[in-house]
């Protein structure tokens, strides 16, 4: 996959994106949001990498919208439509567009894990949020800073995704105030799993995607499938239910016979083949 605003990599079956407009703080061009639904939307054909580490180039995470570049248009995001003729329509599809982001985050198949430093304001605070985990560095910050800027707090599914993590009354004082969150604070309430230093960031997160690859990659894919069904789960049976027709999935395959043979029998390290 080659891009112009993202640079993506594999080792070892961890990917790594990085947004790379460092320059811009990483901020959201219209280019980068076409980029990023394209990388989303095609992670199941790229099932080598297993788990994804998500982070920015420089000194942020993402800043949000690049104001400057919205007046470029929508001609990035839907060139065959043409420029739109109104502010409203135009407005519009940009907001399915990001929206799409978030959904298409959601939909993959792998882990994705949020190393954050610096600022994950606006639509980048959301970005952060449709990852699975969040590793915060000492300099990471969040705001959902639209709510300041004359637009609503819930943006791109922030107003989803925050209180599930740390609560109704918590996430309706940053959505409605746009109040800043340092990352002590983030893993005080528990919106970050944990913080570490600047330098340390992507050691820590790279750490975690290789303690991930000792589960099989099918046991991996459906137990992210699970979490991500049963937040919203009717009840404990919907639930269970779920649960336990991918155990019976994953009974069926190579790698759960070979994982069973590596830890109880011969006392290796498990090969894992995604058969």
């Known amino acids: ?147 300041r800027i004359g637009y609503t707090g819930g943006d791109m599914g922030s107003s989803y995704f925050l209180p599930r993590l740390i609560g109704l009354s918590r996430a309706a004082e940053y959505l409605y105030t746009g109040r800043r969150m340092d990352a002590a604070t983030a893993e005080r309430i528990g919106f970050v799993s944990r913080v570490v230093s600047d330098e340390q960031l992507d050691g820590a997160a790279t750490e975690l995607a290789h303690e991930m690859l000792n589960a099989t990659p099918l046991a991996l894919r459906l137990t992210k499938g699970l979490l991500n069904v049963n937040i919203d789960a009717p009840s404990l049976a919907a639930a269970a239910q779920l649960e336990a027709g991918s155990q019976l999935l994953c009974g069926m395959s190579e790698d759960a016979q070979e994982a069973i043979k590596a830890a109880y029998l011969e006392k290796r390290a498990p090969n894992y083949q995604d058969k």
Do not use: W
Not at 47 to 57: E, H, K, S
Not at 118 to 135: E, K, P
């Open 1 to 147: 996959m080659s891009y112009k605003t993202l640079e993506f990599e594999c080792r070892e079956h961890v990917g790594f994106l990085t947004f790379n407009r460092p320059d811009r703080l990483n901020a959201l061009s219209t280019e980068m949001v076409e980029e990023l639904r394209d990388f989303f939307g095609n992670l199941d054909r790229h099932l080598d990498a297993r788990v994804v580490v998500i982070r920015g180039a420089g000194r942020a995470f993402c800043a949000g919208f690049d104001v400057s570049d919205l007046s470029g248009g929508m001609a990035a995001i839907h060139p065959e439509l043409g420029l739109p003729t109104g502010v409203v329509t135009y407005g519009h599809m940009v907001q399915r567009a990001v929206n799409d982001v978030v959904i298409k985050m959601r939909e993959a198949p792998q882990p994705l894990i949020a190393a954050v430093r610096g600022a994950a304001v606006g639509g980048g605070f959301t970005l952060s949020m449709a990852c699975d985990i969040r590793i915060a560095a000492e300099s990471a910050r969040f705001s959902a800073v639209n709510i």
